[in-house]
């Protein structure tokens, strides 16, 4: 996959968005074409986590490629404006840098006043050059946003659907790159698209909503609900009404990437832009009678992670729409966690990756097939401060996910989770407690305390050789 040295590149991301639910990852109810095209033309990487499942600490990681507890470590942290940032390295390269929509990194304290209408002064913008977005906000009708400065300042209310409206900025904002001269005079431009959909409220335009509610009752249509969610009848018809108005704002969602991706053909830049959609954190949707996010499980920690050049998935799209079968993509089973997106974004761009980033490149596996030197066989999680979420786990805990198919995670001093995914998919067996897997725990737990140790983390890890003495002593 190799266009240019010196791509364009788009970020696509929502919140709130599980890994599960796209069509390209075998959803049998949600229709995501555009999306679906860029993974067929592309790459999908199908084990890619957020090791932080909750958007501040995501998205501080996502913005400067260093870990959580080390930038915004929990709920309502504010990102230091001294950080430096993605956008500051695009921007030592020559590249026009621009960023659209959610930002959730400033530290507003929703309880103190109204966050949607609070404005991010220019200094805490992560040195986006262009900037038209808001701090938070969960009334996708009500969004107001902000951008510019001193006398060039504004704030204004979307007109519409907040998914439609910055969509729309970002055409305008590649119309106009488009403008500024011919094909040999343009800058290189990064761009970011972050929306608020598919996070609750589960409200989408009419015409995705009719997709799978009858409108005239509100019913939802049947949906299949994950073989983990509990079989108590009055909660799954709750989560199959969350889980219809999600799809449907995921829908939306790929309606407007469609958009995205037609704008760059329209102006000449599909074949040299790389589009990279994904999401900062899952939704448990009922899964194990949790809601929303914060938990280990797959549901809230697995995200989509697909990269593909936009020439390209616009071919794709059209093969599919022909009937073609054989736009399968690539699948890479790297470990690839929020920390290594900077660092894979500049590398796709052969940008210096700065020093301070602690997370991998893994562009080898967009441009070549091949794995990153040194490449990780795990990907480190975290939940580091209590959230105060009410549907979810509201205690801090550390854990892995093992590219051989394990995941372990452990409370304060005690070990909580241990699955075998190759055998248990849906996370339905707890081994932590079952002594005939000590071993494979001690493996494990090692190789958590390996990443503790890398990424300068502080956590209390259960002492597994006591727990063994007293199993040799009860065996004796």
Same mark, same amino acid.
């Given at each position: 996959?190799?266009?240019?040295? +010196? ?23 949600? #229709?995501? /074409? %555009? ?17 932080? /499942?909750?958007?501040?600490? *995501? +998205? &501080?990681?996502? @913005? ?6 080390? $930038? $915004? ?17 695009? %921007?030592?390269?020559?590249? #026009? ?10 530290? *507003? ?7 949607? +209408?609070?404005?991010?002064? /220019?200094?805490?913008?992560?040195? *986006? ?36 409206? @910055? ?9 106009? $790159?488009?403008?500024?001269?011919? /094909? ?16 609750n409220p589960y409200f989408a335009p009419e015409e995705f909503m009719e997709r799978y509610f009858d409108l005239d009752t509100f019913t939802p249509k049947p949906l299949h609900l994950r073989e983990n969610v509990p ?32 704008? @760059? ?35 809230? $920690? ?15 799209? #059209? ?10 993509? +690539? ?14 974004? @500049? ?21 070549? &097939? ?36 394990? #995941? ?12 075998? =995914?190759?055998?248990?998919? *849906? ?17 494990? %737990? ?17 002492? =597994? ?12």
């Amino acid at each position: 996959m190799s266009h240019t040295t +010196r791509p364009n590149v788009i970020w696509i991301f929502g919140d709130q968005h599980p890994w599960h639910a796209l069509g390209c990852n075998g959803n049998p109810d949600v #229709k995501t /074409p %555009n999306i679906d095209a860029i993974a067929a033309a592309g790459v999908n990487f199908v084990n890619a986590v957020a090791g932080y /499942p909750l958007c501040c600490p *995501f +998205r &501080g990681s996502l @913005l400067t490629g260093r870990y959580p507890h080390k $930038v $915004v470590p929990g709920h309502q942290y504010q990102m230091d404006p001294a950080e430096r940032t993605v956008a500051h390295a695009f %921007n030592e390269a020559g590249y #026009k840098t621009a960023y659209f929509g959610k930002w959730h990194v400033d530290g *507003f304290q929703e309880e103190h006043g109204d966050v949607a +209408r609070h404005v991010v002064p /220019p200094e805490r913008r992560g040195g *986006f050059q262009r900037w038209v977005g808001y701090e938070n906000n969960n009334k996708q009708w009500d969004t107001w946003v902000h951008g510019g400065e001193g006398g060039d300042a504004f704030q204004y209310k979307l007109p519409d659907f907040e998914t439609d409206c @910055l969509a729309a900025l970002l055409v305008d904002y590649i119309k106009g $790159v488009r403008a500024e001269g011919g /094909p040999g005079d343009l800058a290189p431009f990064f761009a970011v698209l972050s929306v608020q959909p598919p996070h609750n409220p589960y409200f989408a335009p009419e015409e995705f909503m009719e997709r799978y509610f009858d409108l005239d009752t509100f019913t939802p249509k049947p949906l299949h609900l994950r073989e983990n969610v509990p079989p108590i009848e009055a909660f799954r018809e709750a989560i199959t009404r969350d889980l219809a108005g999600a799809y449907a704002m995921i829908e939306n969602l790929d309606w407007n990437v469609g958009r995205v991706l037609d704008a @760059l053909v329209a102006s000449g830049l599909a074949r040299d832009t790389i589009v990279v959609f994904f999401s900062d954190h899952g939704d448990m949707h009922g899964s194990h009678g949790h809601q929303r996010k914060t938990s280990p499980y797959n549901e809230s $920690v697995r995200v989509p992670m697909i990269v593909g050049y936009a020439a390209d998935s616009i071919a794709s799209r #059209k093969a599919a729409g022909a009937g073609a079968t054989d736009q399968a993509g +690539r699948r890479s089973d790297a470990m690839l966690n929020h920390v290594d997106l900077a660092p894979t974004t @500049l590398g796709l761009c052969h940008v210096p990756i700065p020093k301070a980033m602690e997370g991998t490149d893994y562009s080898g596996h967009v441009l070549r &097939g091949q794995r990153a030197p040194g490449e990780p066989e795990s990907a480190y999680l975290q939940s580091v401060i209590p959230t105060g979420h009410g549907d979810c786990v509201d205690k801090p805990w550390r854990g892995v996910l093992t590219r051989d198919g394990w #995941k372990y995670v452990c409370f304060e001093g005690v070990e909580w989770l241990m699955f075998n =995914l190759n055998d248990d998919p *849906f996370e339905l067996q707890n081994l932590a407690h079952y002594t005939r897997y000590l071993r494979e725990k001690k493996r494990l %737990n090692a190789v958590l305390e390996h990443w503790i140790e890398r990424a300068g983390d502080t956590f209390t890890l259960p002492d =597994l050789g006591a727990r063994e003495r007293r199993i040799q002593e009860v065996a004796r």
